[in-house]
């Protein structure tokens, strides 16, 4: 009976010694993953920086639904003002003052560019000042450490030559392949697609034509959208304005570019033997965007615009608010930005941005 007894001691020591060792292990596997757990936990910041996130970094929206919106302003001898305050403006929506998050200048904002470039047979004897006068502005404005730029070639059909990279070589080298489409687009890039034709609609673009609402539309939603961080995203669109065969309408890419939060500065050049520059549409499109166009008559005035566009881009102050409209229902809310110092309304001053924002939908 005693022989059982001690048996029977010597399990449950030995159980007992098992659980504290299970224990003791659990234990340990809690401490480990509690410490890598908290080794990824974001700082905890406090609300005064909070309120000036840093620029490469894209400001997340939460349930405030907070908005940003780049501004440029020039006096009327296009000079641009540099010395605006918070206290001199008021952002409104659909007519409603809103309350500002966040007001600072941007000079070092990285950007996003894509150089858009028609390639149909009207603008055969200007593409190679086109080229040149792209390649200067690469090389002057895209900073290779944190900058990126595209090259997409367009007639019918848009062609990406080469998606947004920071590699300024072989922005050189896509501009190199891009040339006029005679008859048809010649470079290593097969047609963006994405754009369906269907009973009731436009049919696929023919050779020889031109197709510029449809390569903005391509543009937006597969280059410039997809672009990372918090950039200012811009198309730089090089064409007489003659559209021919977009599947699309205008209105629908400006919608686009505003979706994706993307200015169009329009370079109209053409040729007066294909009818010259559609002044009407390129400016359309740019103002809508809150952008610009240009009409340069001779290679001084097209490296003059590439330059007032370079700087433009880095002259920018940047707006954020929480909207007073929590609706989610994707609606189109306006924007508008409105000078409340009485000595700089007598100043003739130009605000250019984005005419407003599609809400979320729930």
């Known amino acids: 009976m005693k022989i059982e007894e001690c048996k029977l001691k010597y399990r449950r020591s030995s159980c007992d010694q098992r659980s504290h060792r299970l224990a003791a292990r659990q234990f340990a596997i809690f401490i480990?993953?509690?410490?890598?757990?908290?080794?990824?936990?974001?700082?905890?910041?406090?609300?005064?920086?909070a309120q000036t996130p840093p620029q490469d970094i894209e400001v997340v929206r939460t349930e405030t639904?907070?908005?940003?919106?780049?501004?440029?302003?020039?006096?009327?001898?296009?000079?641009?003002?540099t010395t605006l305050k918070q206290t001199d403006i008021r952002v409104l929506e659909d007519g409603v003052p809103q309350t500002l998050f966040a007001f600072q200048r941007e000079t070092d904002r990285p950007l996003a560019i894509a150089f858009l470039i028609d390639v149909s047979e009207s603008e055969q004897r200007t593409l190679p000042d086109e080229k040149a006068a792209a390649r200067t502005f690469i090389e002057s404005a895209i900073r290779s450490d944190k900058d990126q730029a595209a090259i997409i070639p367009f007639e019918?059909?848009?062609h990406l030559e080469q998606a947004l990279t920071r590699d300024?070589?072989?922005?050189?080298?896509?501009?190199?392949?891009?040339?006029v489409a005679i008859p048809f687009y010649s470079g290593s890039a097969p047609p963006m697609t994405g754009l369906v034709s269907g009973p009731g609609t436009v049919g696929p673009p023919l050779e020889g034509s031109t197709?510029?609402?449809?390569?903005?539309?391509?543009?937006?939603?597969?280059?410039?959208?997809?672009s990372l961080g918090q950039?200012?995203?811009?198309?730089?669109?090089?064409t007489d304005g003659g559209d021919t065969s977009s599947?699309?309408?205008?209105?629908?890419a400006v919608d686009r570019a505003i979706e994706s939060e993307t200015v169009i500065y329009a370079i109209g050049i053409g040729d007066k033997k294909y009818g010259g520059v559609d002044k009407g549409a390129l400016n359309n499109i740019a103002e809508r965007t809150g952008g610009r166009a240009f009409f340069p008559k001779q290679n001084a005035d097209l490296t003059a615009a590439f330059q007032e566009i370079e700087q433009e881009l880095r002259s920018q102050y940047l707006v954020a608010y929480s909207s007073t409209n929590k609706k989610r229902d994707g609606a189109f809310r306006r924007m508008t930005i409105e000078i409340?110092?009485?000595?700089?309304?007598?100043?003739q001053l130009r605000l250019r941005y984005r005419p407003g924002y599609f809400a979320r939908k729930s």
């Open 32 to 49: 480990f993953h509690f410490s890598i757990f908290n080794l990824f936990l974001p700082p905890i910041v406090s609300p005064v920086r």
């Open 65 to 81: 639904d907070l908005t940003n919106l780049l501004f440029s302003i020039t006096d009327k001898n296009n000079r641009y003002l």
């Open 156 to 158: 019918g059909y848009a």
């Open 168 to 179: 300024v070589l072989a922005l050189y080298r896509a501009l190199q392949r891009v040339e």
């Open 211 to 226: 197709a510029i609402w449809d390569a903005v539309v391509l543009t937006c939603i597969q280059v410039t959208a997809r």
């Open 231 to 238: 950039r200012r995203r811009a198309i730089i669109l090089l």
């Open 247 to 252: 599947r699309l309408a205008r209105s629908t």
């Open 340 to 347: 409340t110092n009485p000595d700089l309304l007598k100043e």
